[in-house]
């Protein structure tokens, strides 16, 4: 079985198998990620490009290692060292990425949509490192697979994801994929940041978050994305901590054994108090190692498939 598509630009459009292979999939690159020799001939040959109009650190990076443990040829692009600051359009810089032999094109860029326009114009394969406030599909399946390596499935987990949802693009995927897996998604915020219909996907919308950590299996807290928002969607972020942050009483509401978790980076004391961020129920670290992971199965298994195609 290889991805339908040749790109990955949502879980929303992605099936229930699809993601079970990604996952599956990473299974194997972890195992490589554990050996003393992390390199492998996986994307011998191939060209792998980073594309990014926004700051990162944990996703660019990650995709970075995942290209070059895999023996592939990795480039980085920022817009703010390009063409792009003198003008150059979307289009325009994909299709010279394009043109230069490229496997596959990493974006990330503010402007939702952004990932879905360039993968029309290129014949490489595009991968959404995060696009707006619409989603962060990698970031999502690397969270799926931290939770299925130590719950041994998704189907019937209550996941609590709490904080700033109007802007989480990593909440949107999560949702996506996480209720396609079968998993009950609970969420809870400020009413100020909570989007407009979103029980039309399928998830719970609770006033408060006491209400969404009752016998919760995985706690998701969320970076409140101050550099999304034009005016003060609440008072202050000590306000915030008071009444949305996840600290040890109310932990306590969720199960004994419930994971925590977060996409990071973590504005400490505000969405996670330092014990619960650095608590034994915390998998925050090794979030970022299934990131690395879960890249190299997508890169392998996109880059399979035109392989694949091509045999034909």
Known sequence: MTLKSKDLLGLKDLTKEEISLILDTAKTMKYVLTTNNKKTPHLQGKSIITLFYENSTRTRLSFELASKYMSASAANISASGSSVAKGETL???????????????????????????????????????????????????????TILEKKGSLQGLKIAILGDIYHSRVARSN??????????????????LM????????????????????????????????????????????????????????LRLA??????????????????????????????????????????????LLTRRGSSENSN
């Open 195 to 250: 989007p407009s219909g979103i029980e039309q996907t399928g998830v719970k919308v609770y006033n408060t978050v006491q209400e969404a950590l009752i016998d919760a299996d995985v706690v998701m807290g969320l970076r409140i994305q101050l550099e999304r928002q034009k005016k003060g969607l609440f008072p202050t972020t000590r306000e915030y901590s008071r009444f949305f942050g996840i600290d040890e009483k109310r």
């Open 91 to 145: 289009i325009d810089t994909g299709k010279t990425i394009d043109m230069m032999g490229s496997d596959v094109i990493i974006i990330r860029h503010p402007m939702s949509g952004a990932p879905h326009l360039l993968a029309r114009n290129v014949k490489a394969s595009v991968i959404n490192a995060g696009d707006g406030m619409n989603e962060h599909p990698t970031q999502a399946l690397l969270d799926m697979f």
């Open 255 to 300: 199960k004994e054994d419930a994971l925590v978790m977060h996409p990071g980076p973590v504005n400490r004391g505000v969405e996670l108090s330092t014990f619960v961020m650095d608590g034994e129920q915390s998998v925050i670290n090794e979030q970022v190692t299934n990131g690395v992971a879960v890249r190299m199965a997508l890169l392998y």
């Open 175 to 192: 949702i996506w994929g996480l209720t396609k897996m079968g998993a009950e998604v609970s969420i809870a915020g400020p009413s100020t």
